[in-house]
Nanobody, 124 residues
Framework: QLQLVESGGGLVQPGGSLRLSCAAS????????IGWFRQAPGKEREGVSC????????NYADSVKGRFTISRDNAKNTVYLQMSSLKPEDTAIYYC?????????????????WGQGTQVTVTS
C-alpha cells in the first residue's frame, strides 16, 4: 500500500520561496502520476500541479504557472514542489496525491492515495 508524507511547509514572507517534498513508502513512486493540491480554510481543495511517471510531462494551475515547479526523483522515491514568488493567497495546506493512470490531471477526484498535508503560510 502506497503511503505519502509531505514535508517542507512553513511560514514565509511574500515573495519568498519554499520547497515541498512528497516522500513515498510501501510502493515505488515511479509507478504513479503525482499531483500537488492545496486547501485554504473555507475553500475547496484545488489542484496545483502534477507530473507523470517519467517526469517528462507536467501540468500547472494558472494561478501558479511561472512560480511553481514540480519535479521528481524516482531514485529517492520523492516528488518536489518548488514554490517561488509566494503570495498570501498561496496560504493553504498542501497535499500530494498519487494515481496509477498515466495522464495529466489536477482534479482531486482522479487521485487514489493522499498524504496528510503540510501547512504553508505566506504572511508579512
Amino acid at each position: 500500500q502506497l503511503q505519502l508524507v509531505e514535508s517542507g511547509g512553513g511560514l514565509v514572507q511574500p515573495g519568498g520561496s519554499l520547497r515541498l517534498s512528497c516522500a513515498a513508502s510501501g510502493s515505488t513512486l515511479g509507478d504513479y502520476t503525482i499531483g500537488w493540491f492545496r486547501q485554504a480554510p473555507g475553500k475547496e481543495r484545488e489542484g496545483v500541479s502534477c507530473i507523470i511517471r517519467g517526469g517528462i510531462w507536467t501540468n500547472y494551475a494558472d494561478s501558479v504557472k511561472g512560480r511553481f515547479t514540480i519535479s521528481r526523483d524516482n531514485a529517492k522515491n520523492t516528488v518536489y514542489l518548488q514554490m517561488s514568488s509566494l503570495k498570501p493567497e498561496d496560504t493553504a495546506i498542501y497535499y500530494c496525491a498519487a494515481r496509477r493512470k498515466v495522464s495529466l490531471s489536477i482534479r482531486a477526484s482522479d487521485y487514489d492515495y493522499w498524504g496528510q498535508g503540510t501547512q504553508v503560510t505566506v504572511t508579512s
